[in-house]
Every structure is written in C-alpha cells, then in structure tokens.
C-alpha cells in the first residue's frame, strides 16, 4: 500500500516538474498582417489558355517615378495566339484600386507581331505604365492589376500592391 502511495506521489511531482501546466507565457500581441502581394505573385486567371503575372521592379517608389514590372506570359492552351511584342510593353488597360483606366488607341506603336505557340512561355518581359494614362498613383499604396488584348481576347494579370513614397519635405527656405 505504501509502495503505491509513493508511486502516486512521483507521478504527481513528475507531471508539475515536466509539464507547463495552465501557466502562460507573456508574449507580443500579434499583429496585423498585410495581405498585399509584395513579393511572389501568383497568375492572373486564365483565358482560354492565356495566362499573365506582373512583377512589380520593386515595392517602393518615389514621389513622381514611373512604376516598372516584369510580365511573364504563357500559352497553356493548344492553340497559337499573335502577340504584338514591343518593349517595354504598354497594357491596353490598368485597374488602380479596382477602377480601369484605359491606353488612348492613338498611342499605339508599331510593334513586331510574334507568335506564343501553345507550351511556350515568354518571362521577364519589361512593362511601364504609361504617363499619359494619367494614373492616380499619388503617396501610399496601391493595388494594381494589368489587361492585355490578344486577337479577340482579354487576359487579365494577378493584383500586385506598389507603394508611392511621401515626397520630400521642404525646409523654410523651399529647399528640399
């Protein structure tokens, strides 16, 4: 009898020795996660095939810098599309924030017309957003999404977060 009391008892110490039991540990508070795609886009949806990422250069600009990305284009499909290929690349469409913005069809430039042959894939391709699209990009972040015209088609890209830095302040003097 007493032999099992004991053994009671070392199970007893053992298990509030080994165990952390109800105790908490103090620790940060977590905190608020940004769900801004920064760095590893996924594709855009896919049509008919088609499909686009957009990679922004980098996650940070200055006040009054063009945004450049890099566009990655694949043909999943069986079918062989004509793609107008001229860098960097201009897209027909820009969504800022979710509102679309359209390229003046005077701005068309000449470009060579390429095939994207079904398998193929065409990485790494220069794409700026052009100046006379009037983009509302001032200071902050923003979610921008990009739409490109193949023949009879519309692919749209993935989202991607860029973020406009604050310009300069100016001291008394209106020097920067």
């Known amino acids: ?7 009671v008892v070392l199970v007893l110490v053992l298990g509030v020795l080994l165990c952390p ?3 908490r540990q103090a620790r940060a508070p977590a905190r608020r996660v940004d769900r801004l795609v920064w760095t590893a886009p996924d594709w855009g949806s896919q049509t008919q095939g088609l499909q686009c990422r957009l990679r922004p250069t980098k996650r940070l600009w200055q006040s009054g ?23 960097p690349i201009w897209p027909d469409r ?6 679309w913005y359209h390229r003046r069809r005077d701005e068309i430039r000449p470009a060579k017309v390429h095939l994207l042959a079904p398998g193929v894939e065409l990485p790494d391709l220069e794409l700026v957003l052009p100046a006379t699209m009037a983009l509302p990009l001032g200071p902050g972040r923003h979610m921008i999404q990009i739409a490109l015209d193949f023949e009879d088609l ?3 890209s993935n989202l991607v977060g ?7 302040a100016r001291d008394a003097d209106g020097d920067r």
């Open 21 to 23: 039991g109800c105790s």
């Open 162 to 168: 860029i973020e406009i830095a604050d310009p300069p």
């Open 94 to 99: 820009v969504a800022v924030e979710g509102r």
């Open 154 to 156: 519309t692919v749209l």
């Open 1 to 7: 009898m007493v032999g099992v009391g004991n053994r």
């Open 65 to 87: 810098e063009t945004p450049t990305f890099r566009l990655d284009l694949r043909n999943q499909s069986r079918r062989p599309f004509a793609f107008d290929v001229c860098e």
